[in-house]
């Protein structure tokens, strides 16, 4: 980086918590003469007017700094899919997979990556669109997954899915989750999914309690083109992604899903490594 830095901060509203923790981070950074980016959100945590809107923030800043949790880093991932922007993820509670640095780790692994000691790790996103009579509905992109889901008083649905063109199978389940190896540990991992190393090259669909019991999660390489057909007249279906953003999915619609040409650049954090982290957040060995 270069000497002149500007700085995006994003950060969770958590009582007592946020506001000193922005604040101290916020005079650190302009001790060191770097520019810092509030949206409207952030400033008002710490009572200070914006300096960019939040969707202006990754097109100028060489930084993202996101405090919070998994969750929090997941929303900031959709507006910073476009950019090169490497982004720096610290947990304000209890370890996350994806924020990995605590609070009492942040300022010296700051100051290592002020120096340019750090590594980054580019995480897959997918690129969802939903198809209804031959017309794109909506499109997004997505860092863990996505999942199809029937609402709450729908009963079982039913979706056939195709693999680059090729039929593979038709599912009866409570829904179907779509994962890059980043939300292998999440969602499809509750639906008994395999967990997958980020640096893999590949996509996991996994049934939600399926009907058959012999549906399993399958792996197909990154650069498939999965199709998902509603086939179920059932209209209680949701589309949900990253567990930020939900669609409506009525009969016949297909649901297409391919690898972004776009990554999220997530900050390595240093000393600290993926099996690390799996070990502490799954409490393995105890």
């Given at each position: 980086?270069?000497?002149?830095?500007?700085?995006?901060?994003?950060?969770?509203?958590?009582?007592?918590?946020?506001?000193?923790?922005?604040?101290?981070?916020?005079?650190?950074?302009?001790?060191?003469?770097c520019?810092?980016l509030?949206?409207?959100?952030?400033?008002?945590?710490?009572?200070?007017?914006?300096?960019?809107k939040?969707?202006?923030?990754?097109?100028?800043?060489?930084?993202?700094?996101?405090?919070?949790?998994?969750?929090?880093?997941?929303?900031?991932s959709?507006?910073?899919?476009?950019?090169?922007?490497?982004?720096?993820?610290?947990?304000?509670?209890?370890?996350?997979?994806?924020?990995?640095?605590?609070?009492?780790?942040?300022?010296?692994?700051?100051?290592?990556?002020?120096r340019g000691?750090?590594?980054?790790?580019?995480?897959?996103?997918?690129?969802?669109?939903?198809?209804?009579?031959?017309?794109?509905?909506?499109?997004d992109?997505?860092?863990?997954?996505?999942?199809?889901?029937?609402?709450?008083?729908?009963?079982?649905v039913?979706?056939?899915?195709?693999?680059?063109?090729?039929?593979?199978?038709?599912?009866?389940?409570d829904?179907l989750?779509?994962?890059?190896?980043?939300?292998?540990?999440?969602?499809?991992?509750?639906?008994?999914?395999?967990?997958?190393?980020?640096?893999m090259?590949?996509?996991?669909?996994?049934?939600?309690?399926?009907?058959?019991?012999?549906?399993?999660?399958?792996?197909?390489?990154?650069?498939?083109?999965?199709?998902?057909?509603?086939?179920?007249?059932?209209?209680?279906?949701?589309?949900?992604?990253?567990?930020?953003?939900?669609?409506?999915?009525t009969?016949?619609?297909?649901?297409?899903?391919?690898?972004?040409?776009?990554?999220?650049?997530?900050?390595?954090?240093?000393?600290?490594?993926y099996?690390q982290?799996?070990?502490?957040?799954?409490?393995?060995?105890?």
């Amino acid at each position: 980086m270069g000497d002149a830095k500007a700085v995006g901060v994003f950060c969770k509203k958590k009582p007592a918590i946020s506001s000193q923790v922005l604040a101290e981070l916020v005079e650190w950074l302009r001790a060191r003469q770097c520019r810092v980016l509030l949206d409207e959100d952030n400033a008002n945590i710490i009572g200070e007017e914006p300096t960019c809107k939040t969707g202006h923030i990754p097109a100028i800043a060489d930084l993202i700094i996101v405090l919070g949790g998994d969750g929090t880093l997941l929303n900031i991932s959709h507006i910073t899919h476009p950019f090169d922007v490497p982004t720096l993820a610290v947990n304000l509670g209890s370890l996350g997979f994806l924020t990995e640095i605590t609070l009492p780790e942040l300022y010296d692994t700051l100051e290592r990556v002020f120096r340019g000691e750090y590594s980054i790790e580019p995480r897959m996103l997918l690129k969802p669109c939903l198809w209804r009579d031959g017309q794109k509905v909506d499109e997004d992109y997505v860092l863990n997954d996505v999942v199809i889901n029937k609402g709450g008083l729908a009963r079982i649905v039913d979706l056939e899915v195709h693999v680059n063109d090729q039929y593979m199978t038709s599912y009866r389940a409570d829904g179907l989750i779509i994962s890059t190896p980043t939300g292998s540990t999440a969602y499809s991992l509750s639906a008994g999914g395999p967990i997958i190393h980020p640096s893999m090259q590949a996509l996991v669909l996994s049934p939600i309690c399926p009907f058959t019991l012999t549906n399993r999660s399958i792996l197909v390489p990154d650069q498939s083109v999965i199709q998902v057909r509603l086939t179920t007249s059932n209209e209680d279906v949701h589309i949900t992604l990253d567990g930020q953003k939900s669609m409506n999915m009525t009969h016949g619609d297909v649901l297409e899903i391919k690898k972004a040409d776009s990554t999220f650049k997530l900050i390595q954090a240093p000393g600290k490594n993926y099996y690390q982290t799996l070990r502490k957040k799954l409490h393995w060995g105890r």
